[in-house]
Each structure stands twice: as structure tokens, then as C-alpha cells.
């Protein structure tokens, strides 16, 4: 049962330094989200799309790009990484229209930016 | 943007221990759930609540959805080891808008 994938799990980058976080969900969940978790800070919402082609910027977007090319993958591209985006990045999914609210979380990629 | 605040930050407690934990909005929310978070996994739901006053149980978990909607309380009864983790509240603005809001966390220790 593979659900939410995420890779890498870890990454080290340096300042100024590119990169994509992969996510991919076998469940054709049309919902796609990205969240970052920082210490006190809770999870917020970095990127989101509610279908293929179709995406939005959530409370944090700054620094971040996304696209959704397909139902399955959700790939979050960090451009020119700063230490402020040292971090533990989760992607989620849920289908739409369904009033549950529950997302279906990955087990997150742990960012490091020095 | 919207905030929730949830208290406590942490609670280091014994097991066999009964915790509370609650969550505030400044906004008012359509739908409130609780997640929890096991160390280096992603968060699951645990509870759901859709209706204003909602008493909502799940083992040893209750939830309740505050009259206001703006908050919202968890509580865990004769805890055990496996309760560890960090717990968020969420808020769902309306049915259907899958976009939740996440609180700051509980994070439940239990000392042995």
C-alpha cells in the first residue's frame, strides 16, 4: 500500500542551490498539497492543486513553484534555496468533494540549507 | 493568515495520565479535526467534527466542537506509551474546500 510517496527523505543543499522534492499518490486523490513543519510553527500550506493543470498558492508560497503535469505527482521546486526554508516538508492528498477532511500525508523530506 | 493556536505547547505527563489539549481560532471554522503526528511519519486524522456543540469519540480519544466554532478541545483518557506524538487541531472553512488550516501542536511526552 504505497499511498503518499515523498523523495528524497533527507536533503543537504547549499544557499543558492536547486532542487525538487518529488511526490507521488497511487489513491487518484485529485487534491495535492504541500505543507511545511517548523518548530512551534505547526504545518503550513505552501503550494496546492485541485486537479491536473491546476494549481495555487497557499499561506507560504514565496520561494517555492509547483506544477501538477499529471493526477499522480506533485513536485515542489525550491529555485534558490535559502537557510529559511531549512525545514520538514510534507506532501498531502485527498479526493475532492469529499466533505471528510482528512488528508493523506506523506512521511515528510527533511530539508537542510546551510 | 489564519492562525490556530493550540495549548498546551508540550505535556510531559505518566502513563495511565488523562490529557487536555485545546485549540483557538480567530476565525470561525466549519469543520474541526484532530491529527496526530508519531515521530518521523506524517500526521493521521484521528477525529472529525462537523456540527457546532459535536461530541465526537474515538477509544480513548473525545473531541468536541466548540458552540462558537472557534474552538475546539481533544481529550485523552488512561494514556498509554503509544499516545506520544504531536497532536494538531485543523480547521476546514467549508465542506468540500480541502484546504486545512493546521494549529501549533501538542506534543505529548510520557514519562515512564
Known amino acids: 500500500n504505497a499511498g503518499v510517496t515523498q523523495t528524497p527523505k533527507f536533503q543537504v543543499l547549499k544557499t543558492g542551490q536547486s532542487m525538487t522534492l518529488q511526490c507521488a499518490q497511487d489513491?487518484?486523490?485529485?487534491?495535492m498539497s504541500w505543507y511545511r513543519q517548523d518548530p512551534g510553527m505547526g504545518l503550513r500550506l505552501i503550494h496546492y492543486?485541485?486537479?491536473?493543470?491546476?494549481?495555487d498558492q497557499g499561506e507560504v508560497p514565496n520561494g517555492y513553484n509547483v506544477s501538477r503535469s499529471t493526477t499522480e505527482d506533485f513536485p515542489l521546486r525550491l529555485l534558490s534555496a535559502a537557510p529559511s526554508q531549512t525545514s520538514v516538508y510534507f506532501c498531502?492528498?485527498?479526493?475532492?468533494?469529499?466533505?471528510?477532511?482528512?488528508?493523506?500525508f506523506g512521511e515528510g523530506s527533511r530539508l537542510t540549507v546551510l | 493568515g489564519q492562525q490556530l493556536n493550540q495549548s498546551p505547547q508540550s505535556m510531559f505527563i505518566q502513563e495511565g495520565e488523562d490529557v487536555s489539549m485545546n485549540c483557538t481560532s480567530s476565525?470561525?471554522?466549519?469543520?474541526w479535526l484532530w491529527y496526530k503526528q508519531d515521530p518521523g511519519e506524517g500526521p493521521v486524522l484521528l477525529i472529525a467534527?462537523?456540527?457546532?456543540?459535536e461530541l465526537t469519540s474515538n477509544g480513548r480519544l473525545t473531541a468536541q466542537f466548540g458552540i462558537t466554532r472557534k474552538d475546539s478541545f481533544l481529550n485523552i483518557s488512561a494514556s498509554i506509551p503509544s499516545d506520544v506524538g504531536i497532536y494538531f487541531c485543523?480547521?476546514?472553512?467549508?465542506?468540500?474546500?480541502?484546504?486545512?488550516?493546521f494549529g501549533t501542536g501538542t506534543r505529548l511526552t510520557i514519562i515512564p
Open positions: 498531502a492528498s485527498s479526493p475532492t468533494g469529499v466533505t471528510t477532511g482528512e488528508l493523506f
Open positions: 467534527l462537523y456540527k457546532a456543540g
Open positions: 476565525s470561525i471554522f466549519n469543520t
Open positions: 492543486s485541485v486537479g491536473a493543470g491546476i494549481t
Open positions: 485543523a480547521g476546514q472553512l467549508y465542506f468540500g474546500n480541502e484546504k486545512l488550516t
Open positions: 489513491m487518484n486523490h485529485e487534491y
